[in-house]
């Protein structure tokens, strides 16, 4: 069992937030990708309190409250009289319970009541408004799918609307935290392993720690791990995505397996998939929060040179090793994927590696933008712009594997339209190779 590890930033919000709510009721809503160690850090954030538990299943409602009639009597020590088949009357219970008393009603899988009876969220709205004012209830709205939760709590047309006291949007691991588990578990472990972790796992809690129980820390054990019969890796990308995008799911893996791939500028894509695709990059990026728009450093914010990336690493090895290559898993002939893998693993540990830089550097350096810069029809392409705006001060760098591949003197020529746009900087030209990790 991994222990708990980071989070600080989070428990103390929420211990600030819980504080609050024994004067006047808190709504928190709390998102973020699955597996990402949501519950883990609510539980973790109630333990010696006062506060129960709702786990929103696809079942029938009025089952569904009996579950949770049975939570609200055994942690809260109380005697609920007659049934309650409505979770608009499980909600008005306890809203007036809390008029009284002070605790933590957290409901998880949130999004879900969308399947159940839509109109709950419109009742809780109501009850809400009407008893908030006395009331001491601290409630934590928990949810795994993004865009849904995002819709429910930030679209104007929605009952929740400007309801929420605060918003927790959870994400994976920093490198400083990834690290220090592998320390943790793999005292042993190079730098070769570090990045391999980081590359398969992307800080994601949970698959940080199926590595961790299967005490897999290299690239080649992780690598049988998860191609393995019965591995819960293989179907994981349709398990994290497929309630996200619906029926039209197909459309988008499709252009995050060529994104993966590296194709990624619309026009390839387009030309690609034969049909355009502007509707779905925008919900991708902004409904879905997996891509980013990536635009060359210092370009104007409308430039036409976009490229896009998937954000997440795991989901990114997924469409580029596993879904692209879906025919063969099917047919358990895991092999040949891995020998794919063995044969692009350097090239595309370099990309991850370059990830792996930037989030260092951001973490490590005052900066006020940090970025990759290229010039048109991918010349002069730079993999590191980190710029202080205050202190005119500029680090342009390189990350190559290794560091007898790395040409400063390359390097400076390649920056010179660059460096131009940066008149009055002093400029720091620098080399990142994995002993600098």
Aim: glycine share 6%; charged share 25%.
């Amino acid at each position: 069992m991994l222990k708990f590890y980071d989070r600080r930033n989070e428990l103390t919000l929420l211990e600030k937030i819980g504080q609050k709510s024994v004067e006047t009721a808190q709504m928190t809503f709390v998102v973020g990708r699955r597996r990402i160690g949501k519950t883990s850090l609510l539980v973790s954030s109630v333990t010696g309190k006062k506060a129960i538990y709702f786990f929103v299943e696809k079942k029938n409602e009025a089952l569904l409250c009996e579950e949770f009639v049975d939570e609200i009597q055994n942690k809260l020590n109380v005697t609920v009289y007659g049934m309650m088949r409505t979770f608009k009357e499980v909600f008005g219970y306890l809203m007036n319970l809390s008029q009284n008393e002070n605790f933590t009603l957290l409901i998880d899988e949130f999004q879900e009541f969308q399947n159940i009876n839509p109109a709950i969220y419109g009742e809780m709205q109501n009850l809400w408004d009407k008893h908030k004012s006395n009331s001491k209830l601290n409630l934590i709205l928990c949810g795994s799918v993004y865009s849904l939760m995002k819709r429910i709590f930030e679209n104007a047309k929605e009952p929740l609307f400007g309801r929420a006291t605060a918003r927790l949007h959870l994400k994976s691991f920093d490198i400083k935290t990834v690290k220090e588990i592998v320390a943790d578990n793999y005292p042993k472990f190079t730098n070769e392993d570090l990045l391999a972790f980081y590359l398969f796992t992307g800080g994601v809690a949970k698959y940080v720690e199926l590595f961790v129980d299967a005490k897999v820390f290299t690239a080649k054990k992780i690598v049988n791990e998860i191609f393995s019969a019965n591995s819960l890796f293989l179907n994981e990308g349709k398990n994290v995505l497929i309630d996200e995008f619906g029926k039209d799911y197909g459309n988008y893996f499709s252009i995050l397996m060529l994104i993966a791939s590296s194709k990624t500028s619309r026009s390839e894509m387009e030309s690609i998939m034969g049909s355009t695709l502007g509707g779905y990059l925008d919900r991708l990026e902004n409904e879905f929060g997996l891509i980013t728009k990536i635009r060359p450093m210092l370009s104007k914010p409308a430039g036409k040179v976009v490229k896009y990336r998937i954000d997440d690493n795991f989901l990114n090895f997924w469409f580029r090793f596993i879904y692209k290559y879906r025919g063969a898993i099917e047919i358990e002939n895991f092999d040949y994927v891995k020998n794919i893998i063995e044969r692009d693993y350097n090239t595309y540990s370099g990309q991850i590696l370059e990830r792996y830089f930037r989030a260092k550097i951001s973490a490590e350096e005052n900066l006020s933008q940090i970025g990759s810069y290229w010039e048109k029809g991918n010349q002069n392409e730079i993999d590191i712009v980190a710029l202080n705006e205050y202190e005119k001060t500029a680090v342009i760098s390189e990350v190559k594997r290794q560091a007898k591949n790395i040409n400063l003197k390359i390097l400076e020529k390649k920056a010179e339209n660059l460096v131009a746009k940066l008149k009055g900087y002093v400029i720091d030209f620098r080399g990142f190779s994995m002993d600098d990790m």
